[in-house]
């Protein structure tokens, strides 16, 4: 999830004019520290699709998948253990009891609409004529930190549980992550711990075959 800084809020302005009188203006705001839930991931190009079941601890910043999709138009299925803390992802491979252990270079990005982000619009999703038919939900948007692009983002307006999200990539074009089943916690910590057969050790290598997809997953 790439849930991200830095904005100009020259917008922000006219953009409240537009607010309902009735309801106060939503914030950005941090999802619940601990999560669970399914996601699917798409490309614009088109070269990776993915559904993936996660956990998520924010604290912790640690987050693992269980993934399979398509890469390239080859089916694939992964299951990843990013640990942003330390520095270092593990590619589980829980049948063969394999492991890979791997640099995570990337920073660690929390559930989060981003303090500096703008409010584009609210939205219900269903309907708003009976109870229970529709939710409520917010969609911010800003720019990328190193401001190779934009993102969008979508939470819900109450809870502040995240609907989806989007963002700019050069090798990928737009990336569009949908959450779907979100529940806070976790159900098992020790999911973020990681199997007693994965390597200890530095150690690299074994998957640079993948490493578009790596770099993909790294931006979660
Ligand atoms: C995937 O398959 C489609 C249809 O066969 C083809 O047009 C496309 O070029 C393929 N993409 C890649 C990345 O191989
Ligand atoms: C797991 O082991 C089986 C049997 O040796 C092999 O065919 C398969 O490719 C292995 N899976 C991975 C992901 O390496
Ligand atoms: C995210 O959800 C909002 C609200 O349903 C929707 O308007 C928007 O199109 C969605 N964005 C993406 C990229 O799916």
Known sequence: MRFLVVLACFLAASLAEEEHISHPKPQPCSSSSLQSGGLTVSTQNEKLWTYAKFIYDGPGQQM???ESGTYQNKSFS??????YKQGVMYLIDDKNKTCIKQDLKSPFHPMEVPKDAFLLAQAVIGSSSGPNQGLLVNTWQGDLPDKSGR???TFTAFGCIPINTSYQTKEFGWVVVNFFNNVIGTPDPNQFIPPDYCPTAEAKGGAEKAGDFLSMLQML
């Open 64 to 66: 693992r998948l269980w």
């Open 78 to 83: 992964i299951d990843v253990l990013l640990k």
């Open 151 to 153: 993102y969008m983002t």
